[in-house]
C-alpha cells in the first residue's frame, strides 16, 4: 500500500484543489465589474485545460469507483474550456450564457472529483481490517 496509495491520494487532493479553484476563478470572473479580460479567460482556459489533463493522467490509477467519477470530471472540465473558449469570443448576452455555462461545468467538475476522493476513501476503508 504505503507509497502508492499516498500518491493517489495527492494527486486526487491536487485535483479537487485544481478544480475547485478553476471554479472560484470563473466565479470571480462573472462577478468582476466590467467582466473579464480576455487575458482572465485565455488563463481560465488554460486552468481548465491542466486540470482536465491532471484528472486524465490519474484515472488509471483510480479504484473503479473513482474512476467514473474522475472521467465524469474529466468531461465536465473539457465542457468548461469549450465554454470559456466560446465566450472569448463573444459579448452581451452570449458571452454571459458562455460564461455561466462555464461556471456550472466548472462546479459539475469540482463536484465529481470531491466524489472521486470519497469512492477512493470508501475503497480505503473497505480494505482496512476492522
Do not use: C, W
Not at 31 to 37: D, I, P, Q
Not at 106 to 128: F, G, M, W
Request: aromatic residues 0%.
Amino acid at each position: 500500500m504505503g507509497k502508492i496509495d499516498t500518491n493517489v491520494k495527492e494527486s486526487l487532493d491536487h485535483i479537487r484543489a485544481a478544480t475547485q479553484e478553476l471554479h472560484g476563478a470563473i466565479s470571480d470572473a462573472v462577478a468582476k465589474r466590467g467582466g473579464a479580460t480576455k487575458a482572465d479567460l485565455e488563463a481560465l482556459a488554460q486552468k481548465a485545460k491542466a486540470a482536465a489533463e491532471s484528472a486524465k493522467g490519474s484515472i488509471s490509477t483510480q479504484h473503479d469507483a473513482a474512476k467514473k467519477h474522475l472521467a465524469d470530471a474529466v468531461t465536465h472540465l473539457e465542457a468548461t474550456q469549450k465554454h470559456v473558449g466560446e465566450s472569448l469570443k463573444s459579448s452581451g448576452q452570449a458571452f454571459q450564457t458562455s460564461i455561466q455555462k462555464a461556471l456550472a461545468d466548472a462546479r459539475a467538475s469540482a463536484q465529481k472529483v470531491s466524489e472521486a476522493v470519497a469512492a477512493k476513501r470508501s475503497a480505503i476503508s473497505a480494505k482496512t481490517p476492522k
